[in-house]
């Protein structure tokens, strides 16, 4: 029974995350048809082994790691290539070892989505590199890339003091190399409100915990509506506006799964039913009060609300 709920709530995703996105308008158009092209990488050739060795016809095989029951506060640990899009993002805690204190997505060859506040971290400094390919953090395998940071790009409108357009690009020092295990993710539109979707991020899986976990974790977040979202916040010091239309709120009445510390920059995501195998990045984790307790949501950064930014710097040409 639990894994057929599990299943149907599988299949609502995919249908409302197909049911969401917008035709490809002015803005969002280019972010719209990278989502296709890069749709391509979810298969790689192989060789087929039914054929002789003197014939080298390949097979397009996929290798999409996307799971059915998509259940770190309340989750459960990722599966490899699941999520091919996570980035991890390092700081130097001294002259050789690098500390991962952020979350990212990888959304084209050169650029990481992520917020704005994980521009500086106390007692770290601005960030220095980006580890893709993993789900285990200390991972240096043969499927790790480690790339170094060229520029690390804040919303104009960002201001440390406050909440609001908490979000940013990291461009990097050289291309990514695409694979099964590294591979973006699609920032297109969205013409209306959701009911579920998909937090990951090496953060706390406890409030007490100190550390953050080695293992990449996900949990299905819930949408919180928006008169509940603005009455929760509606005393937040550092938000003198209160909740604005690009942010909202994600979590569960009863508390046990959210986002957490070291999940900020993480992604938000749907699962896409078009093209196949990929994930939209609907929030980027942006802050909370409690993580994991009840009544006590995070808040997102609406990426719908800057698509304009992104394309402005992403896909230039």
């Given at each position: 029974?639990?894994?057929?709920?599990?299943?149907?709530?599988?299949?609502?995703?995919?249908?409302?995350?197909?049911?969401?996105?917008?035709?490809?308008?002015?803005?969002?158009?280019?972010?719209?048809?990278?989502?296709?092209?890069?749709?391509?990488?979810?298969?790689?050739?192989?060789?087929?082994?039914?054929?002789?060795?003197?014939?080298?016809?390949?097979?397009?095989?996929?290798?999409?790691?996307?799971?059915e029951?998509?259940?770190?506060?309340g989750?459960?640990?990722?599966?490899?290539?699941?999520?091919?899009?996570?980035?991890?993002?390092?700081?130097?805690?001294?002259?050789?070892?690098?500390?991962?204190?952020?979350?990212g997505?990888?959304?084209?060859?050169?650029?990481?989505?992520?917020?704005?506040?994980?521009?500086?971290?106390?007692?770290?400094?601005?960030?220095?590199?980006?580890?893709?390919?993993?789900?285990?953090?200390?991972?240096?395998?043969?499927?790790?890339?480690?790339?170094?940071?060229e520029?690390?790009?804040?919303?104009?409108?960002?201001?440390?003091?406050?909440?609001?357009?908490?979000?940013?690009?990291?461009?990097?020092?050289?291309?990514v190399?695409?694979?099964?295990?590294?591979?973006?993710?699609?920032?297109?539109?969205?013409?209306?409100?959701?009911n579920?979707?998909?937090?990951?991020?090496?953060?706390?899986?406890?409030?007490?915990n100190?550390?953050?976990?080695?293992h990449?974790?996900?949990?299905?977040?819930?949408?919180?509506?928006?008169?509940?979202c603005?009455?929760?916040y509606?005393?937040?010091?550092?938000l003198?506006?209160?909740?604005?239309?690009?942010?909202?709120?994600?979590?569960?009445?009863?508390?046990?799964?959210?986002?957490?510390?070291?999940d900020?920059?993480?992604?938000?995501?749907?699962?896409?039913?078009?093209?196949?195998?990929?994930?939209?990045?609907?929030?980027?984790?942006?802050?909370?009060?409690?993580?994991?307790?009840?009544?006590?949501?995070?808040?997102?950064?609406?990426?719908?609300?800057?698509?304009?930014?992104?394309?402005?710097?992403?896909?230039?040409?």
């Amino acid at each position: 029974m639990i894994l057929c709920l599990w299943n149907l709530t599988f299949q609502l995703l995919l249908t409302v995350g197909n049911l969401l996105l917008k035709n490809c308008d002015a803005v969002g158009e280019i972010a719209c048809e990278k989502c296709q092209e890069y749709s391509k990488y979810v298969y790689v050739d192989e060789a087929s082994p039914v054929l002789s060795a003197s014939y080298s016809e390949l097979d397009s095989i996929s290798k999409c790691g996307i799971v059915e029951t998509p259940l770190i506060v309340g989750g459960q640990r990722v599966n490899e290539i699941e999520f091919p899009h996570m980035a991890a993002i390092g700081y130097k805690s001294n002259e050789e070892n690098i500390s991962f204190k952020c979350g990212g997505s990888l959304i084209s060859e050169l650029y990481i989505l992520t917020a704005a506040h994980c521009e500086l971290v106390h007692e770290y400094g601005p960030p220095v590199a980006v580890k893709l390919g993993i789900i285990y953090i200390h991972d240096s395998g043969p499927n790790a890339q480690l790339i170094d940071i060229e520029s690390f790009i804040s919303h104009p409108q960002y201001q440390s003091a406050e909440k609001y357009f908490d979000i940013a690009l990291i461009k990097l020092k050289s291309f990514v190399k695409f694979d099964e295990y590294v591979r973006p993710a699609c920032v297109c539109q969205l013409t209306s409100e959701w009911n579920k979707a998909i937090a990951v991020g090496f953060g706390k899986t406890q409030y007490e915990n100190d550390k953050g976990s080695p293992h990449l974790m996900k949990v299905l977040l819930s949408y919180v509506d928006r008169a509940t979202c603005v009455a929760t916040y509606q005393s937040y010091k550092l938000l003198k506006n209160g909740i604005i239309d690009s942010q909202f709120c994600a979590g569960e009445r009863k508390g046990n799964k959210d986002s957490c510390q070291g999940d900020s920059g993480g992604p938000l995501q749907i699962v896409m039913s078009e093209p196949y195998c990929m994930y939209n990045i609907i929030g980027i984790t942006s802050f909370g009060k409690f993580c994991g307790f009840a009544n006590s949501y995070g808040v997102y950064t609406n990426v719908t609300s800057f698509i304009d930014f992104i394309e402005s710097i992403v896909w230039t040409e």
